[in-house]
């Protein structure tokens, strides 16, 4: 479900994410032009093009494109910023930049025509290589028109110029394509077939990644669920080690509401309650201590041991090592919070195999004291194997002499209940924290005009899916503000997956699906592409990207381009009572409704309120509606369909397309 090339590519991406909070981009720092700026690139067509860089603070350029000239002077920081006249699409180009003082930049093959910002979770990172028929699709992927870029994987507190490391435009063809986002390049492709021009594709996509993660600082202090998270990240980049208190504290509390535990008996405490039990000497993944109730575990854990210092040596200024960390740990010194770490982050594109980074916390000055000196780790674990897992000889008290005394006494440990529920996240983490994302690798790209953004994400949020409308409404009027008022959003609706139900259930996934459908609905400039028939059982990251593509490129034709055409598939319309029937219709559909396998569809549902009261309907296709057999059920005030978190679901159009899920209120 997770390839090995990813898992590998993704512990050292966290590393890097990690490693570079807080720190200025440098990929392009030496050049005249932003990195986004380079050979083969292509620029947005019919709109005016921004270009931007570096040169010395107060120096005058000239940038030229197509015999077109502007001159500008970069501010006192030193950055520039140019907007050309909109030209039509063609090419190639040179894009030219000269101080007066004579320094030169030019690039060539450059390409006008329409720019897509692909982006999202791991279904819009998934590669080529990794779709269907990949042989044939890789050597037959030879396209001059089509251009690539995969921004670097960074997260960050603050907003970054550049991009993490370098980032070039690649010309699509069988050396480049394998490694490409799946979904973009078959949505380019299939709207190249319409929409004659050249296509530059720009992706920006992380495995695992909560829609928040993706939001400005601007857009999440615009709720108030956000803002005490927030303040913690803006002191991060001031102050590590005060965030890490304020956050611990945060963590403390959360902890205390969900156990109703006593501070003073908290696993923290100096004098903590619950049974620890002796843990092996050198530590190492919990599933391997041969511990029954550890060997499959995914969760949390807690340690505990203690390390005897002198006078002189706990007055010294001293870090805290700890080693790796499989894969997020909190970690407590006599009680007083001093650190949380994301560590490696296995998502649902890629587990990483190799641990985390090793976790080396600058202890403040008071927290150590003569004699003993208590120390607490609580490890999350969500795949494979988790824990301290070292090697032992890193967990160690470094002293500022250069001494060190090694955390070698007895560790214990403490397995928590577990209905604690969702373990909260530090604000800095890449994948579910605030903004991280947004500040890593949308920040760098800037004011860059962009045709429309194709957005595939929302898996990582299905455990809180009764916030994802307000997100994604607020998500595209962030975006918006950045690349354009009426920038079009292209929403790729959550594929199936896991096991189809046998009876009506309630489902995260299908909650989001249908914040899915609402935010879209209520939106001019955004269409929904549906793949409720798209996804597999047993992979959350179904090879059928293909269809994805060409489903995307319908929605573009009819969003951005004017096409007259349904967008995506039958959409419902209404349901109201008729007698003993419910009485459904549809719109959007091409010829009439058809059902597969069956004389009917299957997958409504009748609804009373309140959940756990649903039940399924019988149905019968009536030209463009659906009649639904209420006669048993007579306080059903709401239809579902396609409500689960795989559900199978039967009623298509003649194009084919499917209807979408959805749920909606019956009238009388």
Known sequence: MRPATEQRTRCSLVLCALACICMPGVAAAANLLHGLFQEHAVLQRDRPINVWGEA??????????????????????????????????????QLSVRTRSGRAETVADVLIGDVWLCAGQSNMVLQVHRSLDTRSEIANSTNDRIRMLTVP????????????????????????VADFSAACFYFARELQKAVDVPMGLIVAAWGGSRIQTWMSEAALRATSINREALDVMTLYAERPAAAHARWGAMWEAWWLHRTHERREAAPWALEPAGEWRRAPLD???????????????????????????????????????????????????NGRPIGAVPGKTPTD??????????????LPRGTLRPGTNVIVVNVLDTYATGGLVGPAQQRAIRLADGSSVPLDNEWQYQIPSA???????????PVRG?????NGMIAPLGDVSIRGVAWYQGEADTTRSARYQDSLTRFMA??????????????????????????????????????????????????????????????????????????????????VYGEHSAPSGPAVRSARRDGTNVIVTFGDVADRLIAYSADGPIGFELCAAGAGSCRYATARIDGNRVVLDAAQFGAATRVRYCWADSPVCTLFDTTPLPAGPFQIEVQP
């Not at 209905?419 to 983490?429: F, K």
């Not at 605030?434 to 947004?438: D, I, N, S, V």
């Open 283 to 333: 530590l190492g993944p919990w599933e391997r201590w041969g511990v029954p109730e550890l060997a499959t575990y995914d969760g949390m854990v807690w340690y505990r041991t203690s390390v005897t210092l002198s006078s002189l040596q706990a007055q010294q200024s001293a870090r805290l090592s700890l080693g790796s960390v499989d894969e997020m740990d909190q970690t407590w010194i």
């Open 478 to 559: 962030d975006w918006r503000g950045r690349f354009g008022a009426q920038t079009p959003f292209l929403i790729v609706q959550l594929a199936n997956y896991g096991a189809p139900p046998t009876a009506p259930v309630e489902s995260g996934w299908a909650e989001v699906r249908e914040a899915q459908r609402l935010a879209v609905a209520n939106d001019a400039h955004a269409g929904l592409a549906i793949a409720i028939d798209l996804g597999e059982r047993y992979d959350i990251h179904p090879a059928n990207k293909q269809d994805v593509g060409r489903r995307l490129a319908r929605v573009a034709r009819h969003v």
């Open 434 to 438: 605030l903004g991280a994302l947004y």
């Open 419 to 429: 209905d604690v529920g969702e373990v909260p996240r530090p604000p800095w983490d």
């Open 56 to 93: 010395a603070p107060r120096e005058s350029l000239d940038v030229s494109l197509a015999a077109q000239n502007v001159s500008v002077q970069a501010n006192e920081l030193g950055h520039w910023h140019a907007t050309l006249p909109a030209l039509a699409a063609g090419g190639p180009h």
């Open 153 to 176: 994987d960074a997260s960050s507190v603050r907003p970054q110029q550049q991009f993490s490391q370098a980032a070039p435009w690649r010309v699509a063809g069988p050396s480049t």
């Open 349 to 362: 594109s890629a587990p990483v195999i190799e641990p985390g980074p090793g976790r080396n916390y600058r």
